[in-house]
């Protein structure tokens, strides 16, 4: 039975399309407003804002979403009752708890604060059929054996397994090497990994270290940046990208390899940072139980230039950027703050350095940046003049700023965390 609702809605995705972006804008409005009267009514903070213009809703973010859980949610649930059970499941490694037929988890906690995430079997099931019809390149007819590296297994995946759709879990904690041979073994056709493992498999696919030939990799979890494109795509013959958070399905690349906003699901409200670049500030239709409502990401996207002739009506994004903290703050010629944003140090670092190079860029406060690579010092040396070159044409003034220029023969690897390549460090600017 929970095949065929999976199946209900992925067929249901594939249908909902629109030929114009003027008839996408009039489905959201009608589901914005079934949203608030079906799903925001029943949950005792959000009621009490039905009758006022939605864009004078308060923002959300996920410290005021913990504070206020209780409130928000529409299944009368406790929050300190689903961190114990949460933490519990991190504990032993077990994810399988549930709290009734609620599934429960932890956010990752890049931004500082672990937030708790609840899902309804319906809601699960409605990600899942969501996910399949837009990643899926061949359908649902042709034979699939898809590698899927996560931070924890979910049953949700085995529930949608057939005798044409198969999925083996890699998970995140588990020793690296010893998955290079289950993978040669398993010969997935898909893999679905974050930017980081997705680096690692290319690098030992490039090395005849690995025999696997997908027909579709996936980037998932964390920034795809374009170093690591470069390198991923010399190992494997299609790579796509998934914009996946605890907040909801985000983004998906469509068929002709553009990222767009999955808008059939989610309401956007860009918080513009300049002509391109962008906070996103969602609202997810399909989010019933711990609804997400004007909830302000900490990413950073950028709006695609060129129109995209997919069909697809969502927004064409460029890439996400990253982080807001994955950028740094120096001071310009009048001693006021300037932002440097990261994509612009990432492609920087993209043209100086060896692709097969990883790197940290850190500004440890007002004055002092780390350049740390597997490479040589005098890369590295190069590397630091081209992105000192880029400071002073974005109006900095580098006179008083200083460097360290580390080499290392290769950078610690933790796929259990989110990896972040350029960071300013809290109390910086």
Same mark, same amino acid.
């Given at each position: 039975?929970?095949?065929?609702?999976?199946? !209900?809605?992925?067929?249901?995705?594939?249908?909902?399309?629109?030929?114009?972006?003027?008839?996408?804008?009039?489905?959201?409005?009608? @589901?914005?407003?079934?949203?608030?009267?079906?799903?925001?009514?029943?949950?005792?903070?959000?009621?009490?804002?039905?009758? @006022?213009?939605?864009? $004078? !809703?308060?923002?959300?973010?996920?410290?005021?979403?913990?504070?206020?859980?209780?409130?928000?949610?529409?299944?009368?649930?406790?929050?300190?009752?689903?961190?114990?059970?949460?933490?519990?499941?991190?504990?032993?490694?077990?994810?399988?708890?549930?709290?009734?037929?609620?599934?429960?988890?932890?956010?990752?906690?890049?931004?500082?604060?672990?937030?708790?995430?609840?899902?309804?079997?319906?809601?699960?099931?409605?990600?899942?059929?969501?996910?399949?019809?837009?990643?899926?390149?061949?359908?649902?007819?042709?034979?699939?054996?898809?590698?899927?590296?996560?931070?924890?297994?979910?049953?949700?995946?085995?529930?949608?397994?057939?005798?044409?759709?198969?999925?083996?879990?890699?998970?995140?904690?588990?020793?690296?090497?010893? @998955?290079?041979?289950?993978?040669?073994?398993?010969?997935?056709?898909?893999?679905?990994?974050?930017?980081?493992?997705?680096?690692?498999?290319?690098?030992?696919?490039?090395?005849?270290?690995? %025999?696997?030939?997908?027909?579709?990799?996936?980037?998932?979890?964390?920034?795809?940046?374009?170093?690591?494109?470069?390198?991923?795509?010399?190992?494997?013959?299609?790579?796509?990208?998934?914009?996946?958070?605890?907040?909801?399905?985000?983004?998906?690349?469509?068929?002709?390899?553009?990222?767009?906003?999955?808008?059939?699901?989610?309401?956007?409200?860009?918080?513009?940072?300049?002509?391109?670049?962008?906070?996103?500030?969602? $609202?997810?239709? $399909?989010?019933? %139980?711990?609804?997400?409502?004007?909830?302000?990401?900490?990413?950073?996207?950028?709006?695609?230039?060129?129109?995209? @002739?997919?069909? !697809?009506?969502?927004?064409?994004?460029?890439?996400?950027?990253?982080?807001?903290?994955?950028?740094?703050?120096? $001071?310009?010629?009048?001693?006021?703050?300037?932002?440097?944003?990261?994509?612009?140090?990432?492609?920087?670092?993209?043209?100086?350095?060896?692709? %097969?190079?990883?790197?940290?860029?850190?500004?440890?406060?007002?004055?002092?940046?780390?350049?740390?690579?597997?490479?040589?010092?005098?890369?590295?040396?190069?590397?630091?003049?081209?992105?000192?070159?880029?400071?002073?044409?974005?109006?900095?003034?580098?006179?008083?700023?200083?460097?360290?220029? %580390?080499?290392?023969?290769?950078?610690?690897?933790?796929?259990?965390?989110?990896?972040?390549?350029?960071?300013?460090?809290?109390?910086?600017?």
């Amino acid at each position: 039975m929970r095949l065929l609702k999976i199946l !209900w809605y992925y067929w249901r995705t594939k249908r909902l399309t629109f030929s114009c972006r003027a008839d996408l804008e009039a489905y959201q409005r009608k @589901q914005l407003e079934k949203f608030k009267q079906r799903v925001l009514s029943k949950s005792p903070y959000f009621s009490r804002f039905i009758k @006022q213009p939605f864009d $004078t !809703w308060p923002l959300m973010n996920k410290q005021l979403m913990m504070a206020n859980f209780d409130q928000m949610n529409t299944a009368n649930l406790n929050s300190q009752a689903l961190l114990a059970l949460a933490q519990q499941s991190e504990q032993k490694r077990d994810f399988s708890a549930k709290m009734g037929k609620f599934s429960v988890g932890l956010s990752s906690g890049t931004s500082g604060q672990r937030g708790i995430f609840v899902v309804s079997p319906k809601e699960q099931q409605i990600w899942a059929g969501g996910i399949l019809a837009k990643m899926l390149p061949r359908g649902l007819w042709k034979e699939e054996r898809v590698a899927l590296f996560l931070r924890a297994d979910n049953h949700l995946y085995h529930s949608t397994k057939s005798h044409r759709l198969t999925f083996r879990f890699y998970g995140l904690f588990d020793n690296f090497q010893q @998955q290079i041979q289950s993978l040669d073994d398993y010969q997935p056709t898909i893999i679905i990994a974050p930017a980081q493992v997705l680096r690692a498999l290319a690098t030992e696919k490039l090395n005849d270290k690995l %025999t696997v030939n997908p027909i579709l990799v996936i980037s998932v979890a964390e920034v795809l940046e374009e170093q690591d494109k470069k390198l991923i795509k010399q190992a494997f013959n299609q790579l796509a990208e998934v914009y996946q958070a605890t907040e909801g399905f985000l983004a998906a690349t469509c068929p002709l390899g553009t990222l767009h906003l999955n808008e059939e699901f989610i309401y956007i409200e860009p918080h513009w940072l300049d002509e391109d670049r962008f906070i996103p500030i969602i $609202t997810d239709f $399909t989010r019933q %139980t711990q609804p997400i409502v004007r909830y302000q990401l900490d990413d950073i996207l950028v709006r695609s230039q060129t129109p995209c @002739q997919c069909g !697809w009506q969502g927004m064409a994004i460029s890439h996400i950027e990253g982080r807001c903290d994955d950028q740094l703050v120096l $001071t310009d010629q009048h001693g006021k703050p300037l932002t440097i944003f990261a994509d612009y140090c990432s492609r920087v670092i993209a043209n100086t350095l060896p692709l %097969t190079c990883d790197y940290r860029l850190i500004q440890h406060n007002d004055q002092c940046i780390e350049l740390i690579g597997s490479c040589s010092k005098e890369q590295l040396s190069q590397c630091q003049q081209a992105l000192t070159a880029h400071f002073i044409q974005q109006g900095a003034k580098v006179d008083a700023l200083s460097w360290k220029l %580390t080499s290392v023969v290769t950078l610690p690897k933790d796929f259990a965390q989110k990896r972040r390549r350029i960071i300013r460090e809290r109390g910086s600017q």
